[in-house]
Structures are given as C-alpha cells and as structure tokens.
C-alpha cells in the first residue's frame, strides 16, 4: 500500500481525515520530459489530447480507486489511541513499549503503511497549472484549518509585543479636556505626559495619562510617537478594503484576521480570502515562489476511507 502525507503544521492532516473539510491535493509534477510535454500541449491548446491523458497515466503518483494510507508519527498513533482507547490503555502502552525509540516515532515519514490509523481513497485525477485552481477548490485544499492556524499563530505574536492604548487626560486654565485622539503605548504615554507638565504649577491641570481600556477602532493601531503596535477590537468599518489589502504574511494583518474569523464575517472573509490563503499555503509547504512559478500538477480528490 503507498502513503501519503499532509502538512500538520498548518492543519492539512486534521482537516483531512478529522474534519473531512480537505478533500483534495496538488502535487507538483518534477519530471522534466513530462513538463515539456504539457508545455508544448499547452501551446497548441491539446491539453484534453489523449497524449495528455498517456502523460496522466504515467507521471500520476497515485491512481483512482486507490486506497493511501495516510502517513501519521509513532507518537501522534500513540497519542490518538490515548484519546481512542484512554491513557494508560494496553492499546496505547503496548503500542509506546513496542514502537517508541524507532525512527517514525517522531518522523512519519518512516511510519510503515500497516502501521497508519488513517485512509483516503482517490476518486479523481487530472492536470492542470497551478494557478488554474478555482476558489471552490481553494476551500477543499484545506485553507480554512491554515487561515485559523496562521491568525492565531500571528495572533499570539502581536499580543506579546503589543502594549494596551493609553490616551493622556490633561487640562488647560479654565477647565479639563481628554485628548483621546491619539493613542500611545503606556511608555510613551507617561513621557508625554511629563513633557506636558514641564513648568506647570497648577495641580489640577495637569496631563495624566491612563489605560484606554478594550477600545474600539477602524483598523490596525500603533503608538502615535514609537510606532509600537497597540491591542485593539476592530470595528470592520472598512472590511473589504482590510480583506483586499490583507497580507498573510504579517503579524498586524494576521490579528486583524483572527478578529474577523471570530466574528459574524468569517464566512464572507474565508471566502475572500481563499485563493490568497492557498498561495500562501503552498509557498510554505512546497517553498517560496512556488505559486509565482505556476508549475504543472496532478490534482487528486480523495474522500476518507477508515
């Protein structure tokens, strides 16, 4: 039986055989004889050639019907007879006492077929450009698992670094005012706030300087003096400008995005942001670039098959 693999990192392998939202795979053609076939069937516009289909037959990895076992580490099998069967289950133990040690323990690429909990069956094959991907297919690659993996990955970064708004209350000779217009860190906050007091003799006009609480914006926030990103909750004023502009990419974008899943607009978002997720989702799983290139792959659907 051949194996197959999907990315964990980034939710492939869970969305494949947990959450059946994946029910299909690219995997790029390398041969170079095969790809300057298809280049030049692409040229004369035979791509539905029986050639095409003789060059299918031969450089696809996997065929229809086929039942793959998919690759999973000793540890994670171990971890999910645990939840399977209880922690100190004899399936689970027995399972850690024989395996545990060997080289797929914590590599699955070296996990024997026999040995994979998991199956797909391929139920369709063809090939097309990489970019020639549809949105509907975009969403049955598995983008949704990465785009909730990426914003909170993204999500946790941004909030360490971050710091809460600070607005500085002051007043001025004849009666108090609160400048909320201009948002600081909490540092730059009291710096500004000393500054503002400099030679001023009258307690009760004095610039202090206080935590703005959960505020509310239109997009991202940072420090009017030092530039440093701030924690805010997003209004999603301007939603479809932030999803056309989004970067997935950068931590500022990716709180945003974590905001937005979260609310009544992910449905709309995801959808929005379905191609620009595969892009990114293959640039990090086949290398940088890879979209950009366009290359030729087989494309495979599959359904669970346990």
Not at 84 to 99: I, P, Q, T, V
Request: glycine fraction near 6%; charged fraction near 30%; aromatic fraction near 10%.
């Amino acid at each position: 039986m051949q194996r197959i693999g999907f990315n964990q990192p980034y939710g492939l392998h869970d969305a494949a055989v947990v959450h059946q939202t994946k029910t299909m795979t690219r995997r790029i053609i390398t041969d170079v004889k095969a790809i300057q076939c298809l280049n030049e069937l692409e040229d004369d516009g035979n791509l539905d050639s029986a050639y095409a289909q003789i060059i299918l037959e031969k450089y696809a990895q996997y065929n229809v019907d086929e039942v793959l076992a998919v690759k999973l580490s000793g540890i994670d099998i171990f971890r999910q007879l645990q939840k399977r069967y209880g922690d100190s289950s004899d399936a689970a133990l027995g399972f850690k006492e024989m395996y545990q040690g060997m080289a797929f323990w914590t590599n699955k690429m070296f996990t024997p077929a026999d040995l994979c909990p998991d199956h797909i069956l391929i139920t369709h094959r063809h090939i097309e450009r990489l970019q020639d991907i549809s949105n509907e297919d975009c969403l049955k690659e598995g983008v949704v698992s990465f785009l909730d993996i990426i914003s909170q990955e993204g999500t946790e970064k941004y909030e360490k670094k971050a710091d809460a708004i600070h607005w500085i209350e002051g007043g001025d000779d004849t009666h108090g005012w609160a400048d909320q217009g201009i948002n600081y860190c909490e540092k730059c906050a009291e710096k500004e706030a000393k500054k503002m007091n400099k030679g001023l003799e009258e307690e009760l006009y004095r610039a202090v300087y206080s935590y703005a609480g959960g505020n509310e914006e239109d997009s991202s926030v940072f420090c009017e003096e030092c530039g440093k990103p701030l924690l805010y909750s997003c209004l999603f004023t301007y939603l479809d400008d932030d999803l056309e502009n989004m970067c997935l990419d950068s931590m500022c974008d990716l709180y945003l995005l974590e905001q937005i899943l979260d609310s009544d607009h992910r449905d709309y978002a995801i959808e929005k942001l379905a191609r620009l997720a595969f892009a990114s989702l293959i640039d990090k799983v086949s290398g940088k670039g890879t979209w950009q290139r366009n290359p030729w792959v087989v494309v495979y659907s599959f359904k669970l098959a346990n």
